[in-house]
């Protein structure tokens, strides 16, 4: 049975909203409602900018800055530079470990960026909000790049060409939907075959099957896409062993790293989504003792100021799609870890950008579409 089929009705997770400090799953609570779709407002018109261009078959920062005005502009990038930008990710990729770690200086800080879903304005944004990626002002995104919004090619081309540029100070986690039979479903194949030829769906699986699972900061803080596990007694070192270049198998390390969610409650529960677990404060709090860790940092789940704490404030969630597919009204926000003291969280909360007038579930299946998966 395929991931999609076993998913079933099932598989469908609200959005968590929050009223008071109270957390919500879906949106029944009396005190909440959908907004809804509101048209949004081109971008303003600027003058036509060539194609951007690699420089001898290299990513730099112009091509880059090039490249976020022409996605700006609506424009596709010819097939070979995006294809040429795979590949080589891909190699990249296959170098690193699954679990990375990221040494912070004195003066550095990393921006952790939540779930984007090819809102394609939303990011730029980001860059806008935050800068540049440097040494200093390193980034991490935290999976879920594409399906439900329109742009999942141009988030995932800019992604992966800054992975490109700053292989040292920009990272990118796995999310569940850099995974191929949620893409069918959700929208990024259709988008794909829409705007390229079918090999080029086969090459973006290519570069999401290496994506590393999780990254470790200043060895105190673990971010993942989903959360914690099926299992007590697992450390970093089984982290370090899972074995990438594949879509992950139900009951397996990498399916909890990136479907799992914390609950209120003790213990373990099965998950509504239809695969890993929920998990309780005492599940997170064995795991941070046994691993010597702070506290983790994950996203998944939207949330209605971009950011919540659970768990003693040892479970940070943060989800970075304002405005989620034009209709939950919640904002955005990027979790900021100081080099200096990693143990203070910073929270930089922000708001949907105007963008084209197109459907957010435009390139998602019909059973999306309805709200019956």
């Known amino acids: 049975m395929c991931l999609l089929q076993s998913l079933g009705i099932g598989g469908k997770m609200p959005p968590v909203l929050i009223v008071g400090n109270e957390i919500h799953r879906g949106l029944s609570h009396p005190g909440l409602t959908t907004l809804p779709m509101i048209p949004q407002e081109s971008p303003k018109e600027n003058l036509r900018i060539p194609t951007p261009r690699l420089e001898n078959g290299r990513v730099t920062q112009r091509f880059v800055d090039d490249l976020i005005d022409f996605f700006k502009q609506e424009q596709r990038l010819p097939s070979p530079t995006a294809f040429k930008i795979l590949s080589d990710v891909t190699s990249l990729l296959r170098e690193e470990p699954s679990l990375v770690e990221v040494q912070l200086g004195r003066d550095d800080l990393i921006n952790i960026c939540g779930d984007i879903h090819g809102q394609f304005f939303d990011l ?47 990272y990118v986690n796995r999310g569940n ?140 969630t943060v989800f970075s799609a304002p405005n989620y597919c034009d209709r939950h009204g919640n904002k955005g926000a990027i979790c900021i870890l100081h080099g200096d003291d990693v143990s203070m969280p910073e929270f930089k909360k922000f708001t949907a950008a105007p963008h084209p007038k197109i459907t957010n579930l435009y390139y998602s299946n019909f059973l999306v579409r309805m709200g019956l998966l």
């Not at 540049?132 to 800019?158: A, C, I, K, M």
Request: with cysteine.
């Open 124 to 170: 730029a944004r980001i860059f806008d909000l935050r800068g540049t990626p440097s040494v200093q002002n390193q980034y991490l995104f935290n999976g879920d790049f594409v399906d439900r919004g329109p742009w999942g090619v141009e988030v995932t081309l800019v992604l992966l060409s800054y992975k490109l540029l700053y292989p040292n100070a920009f």
């Open 177 to 316: 939907h850099e995974c191929e039979e949620v893409n069918r479903a959700y929208g990024f194949q259709n988008e794909v075959l829409d705007k390229y030829e079918p090999k080029m769906f086969r090459a973006f699986q290519d570069a999401f099957s290496w994506l590393p699972v999780a990254h470790c900061i200043n060895t105190a803080v673990l971010v993942m896409h989903g959360g914690l596990f099926s299992n007590d007694d697992v450390t970093l070192d089984d982290i370090r062993a899972i074995e990438r270049g594949c879509q992950p198998e139900r009951d397996s390390l990498m399916c909890d790293l990136l479907w799992s969610d914390p609950q209120r409650e003790n213990g373990r529960e099965p998950n509504s989504r239809g695969f890993s677990c929920v998990f309780g404060p005492d599940i997170t709090q064995r795991f941070l003792t046994k691993n010597n860790l702070l506290y983790i940092v994950r996203s998944h789940e939207c949330v209605q100021y971009g950011y919540d704490l659970c768990h003693d404030d040892t479970v940070v």
